[in-house]
């Protein structure tokens, strides 16, 4: 039996550890995923201190009794070291974005995360816009690209503003992170392009949600994971972030055969891991900024027959494909007694 046959993972963002754990089930692995603990906040700041404080005792004592059944742990977050710290062995750290990313630049988070990288057995990055801010850290971590599995789940329900309707759909949300001014722009050069039968639809998500629908965007709500991809399948094209990087909601699009508008960053899709190579995007070779030459690939996109990427997605974001890249870290980092 492996070392890693029982692994306990912390924290599930984009539903990585989620889709990584149900594929190492199905290969015989004994995986488990805890949540971390929410509170919801209350009027009065004093509950909400209470219910916090109650709320995470209860979580520590939960994780204490998942602790002793699983000896190795995966951390789905460098920022998240304090609350586990006293129970950790040897663990991997996987890095999602924000800590690595912003956080570890601000003096009260920056010894926290270097504290993380110092002692994890190995390290994950998950998308390459990062790997700039976690390799002087760690040379050795791996890009360990985000699974999705789209085309695996069955899809939920439509919402009944969008039954029988043409549209295009914006996945990500309205904020600065996923490409602020920049959405709003090609949103803006869109609608002025595709005719009013086209509808132009987005979440209802983001500090930038209201200038979106000002813009011409129908807003949905936010969603169960089913209901969502529904959305995604029922698309003439989809637009993603205006970043340079494709997060889960880019890939599912591409997993689920809906033709996928994205601008990218030559200098992170640059050929040095598999997943990098070529996506099957349109506009990728565009600017982030060039609204114009973004919205006219969606009509392109609309006029054209939709592109198969799905075999793309499976032979490098699938989730037996991101689990292999995590099997292979935990054989060199695991797999030596000394480690253990």
């Not at 754990?21 to 805890?34: L, N």
């Not at 000002?214 to 807003?219: F, H, K, R, T, Y």
Request: aromatic share 8%; net charge neutral; proline share 8%.
């Amino acid at each position: 039996m492996t070392t890693w046959q029982k692994m306990l993972h912390l924290g599930d963002p984009a539903f990585t550890a989620t889709v990584l754990a149900r594929e190492a089930r199905r290969r015989g692995y004994d995986w488990k995923v805890m949540q971390w603990a929410r509170t919801p906040l209350h009027t009065n700041p004093l509950v909400t201190k209470a219910h916090r404080a109650a709320r995470g005792l209860a979580w520590e004592a939960h994780f204490a009794a998942n602790r002793a059944r699983y000896p190795l742990i995966h951390l789905h977050s460098a920022l998240a070291l304090p609350h586990v710290k006293w129970a950790l062995g040897s663990y991997a750290l996987h890095l999602h974005g924000t800590d690595i990313r912003t956080q570890q630049y601000k003096p009260e988070y920056r010894a926290r995360i270097l504290d993380a990288l110092d002692g994890a057995a190995v390290v994950y990055y998950s998308t390459p816009d990062i790997r700039e801010h976690t390799l002087p850290l760690r040379p050795d971590a791996r890009l360990a690209p985000v699974p999705v599995a789209g085309s695996t789940t069955p899809l939920g329900a439509l919402p009944s503003e969008l039954a029988g309707r043409d549209y295009v759909f914006f996945t990500s949300r309205w904020e600065e992170v996923k490409g602020g001014e920049h959405q709003i722009d090609t949103l803006r050069a869109l609608r002025s392009l595709l005719p009013k039968s086209v509808a132009i639809v987005g979440m209802d998500w983001g500090p930038n949600a209201e200038r979106a629908r000002d813009a011409g965007a129908v807003l949905i709500s936010k969603r169960p994971y089913p209901d969502y991809l529904a959305v995604i399948a029922g698309a003439k094209a989809a637009i993603g972030q205006n970043s340079g990087v494709m997060g889960a909601s880019e890939l599912d699009a591409l997993d689920l055969n809906t033709p996928l508008v994205a601008p990218l960053n030559p200098a992170w899709y640059d050929g040095s891991s598999p997943s990098l190579v070529s996506p099957p995007v349109l506009g990728g070779d565009l600017a982030v900024d060039d609204a114009e030459g973004l919205a006219l690939q969606v009509l392109r996109a609309l006029e054209a027959p939709a592109p198969s990427t799905h075999d793309w997605i499976q032979c490098h974001h699938s989730p037996a494909a991101t689990l292999d890249v995590v099997l292979a870290g935990y054989a060199e980092a695991f797999g030596n007694p000394k480690n253990q």
